[in-house]
């Protein structure tokens, strides 16, 4: 998929790609195994960076957060088959959790770095994107019980 920063196009081609696909029924147990691996990771991502371990807690973080988006949208019965169209769907159909698109952009392109291409997290990077991964971690995590509760 082509890298853009417009988040009507990305949302645009993933709908025309085929990359967003609706499900059938709310799969709880699989919300409440996403939520149970994101505590996972969590743990893991904070003792990485307690250890400047900057590019394992990164990803760690990272998969956090993916991992709670991916639970999220199957309230909405939804599935995505790549990072950049669930962080898109995310944006464009849920505007009232006011998410910043450029955040998600900027988090999977360093994820991506590390995974794909050994370009590495530095702690300036790092910290720049610390306080929106745990705002939005947090905030998902309310979302979700609260949806799961209704």
């Known amino acids: 998929m082509q890298e853009s920063k417009e ?10 790609s085929g990359y967003l696909s609706d499900c059938d029924v709310i799969n709880v147990g699989k919300i409440s195994k996403n939520v149970l691996l994101s505590e996972e990771f969590l743990a893991s991502a904070r003792d990485a960076i307690k250890k400047k371990l900057w590019n394992a807690g990164y990803n760690s973080f990272y998969d ?5 988006i991916e639970a999220f949208l199957i309230f909405d019965k939804t599935k995505s088959y790549n990072h950049q169209c669930l962080f898109a769907y995310l944006c464009l159909k849920h505007p009232e959790l006011e998410f910043d698109w450029n955040f998600f952009e900027r988090a999977r ?6 995974n794909y291409y050994a370009e590495l997290v530095t702690e300036n990077m790092w910290k720049e994107d610390s ?7 947090s905030l998902l995590r309310k979302e979700i019980q609260k949806r799961l509760k209704e």
């Open 109 to 114: 392109m360093r994820r991506n770095g590390i």
């Open 64 to 68: 956090a957060l993916h991992l709670l």
């Open 131 to 137: 306080l929106q991964f745990e705002l939005y971690i």
């Open 7 to 16: 988040l009507e196009d990305v949302y645009d081609r993933c709908i025309a």
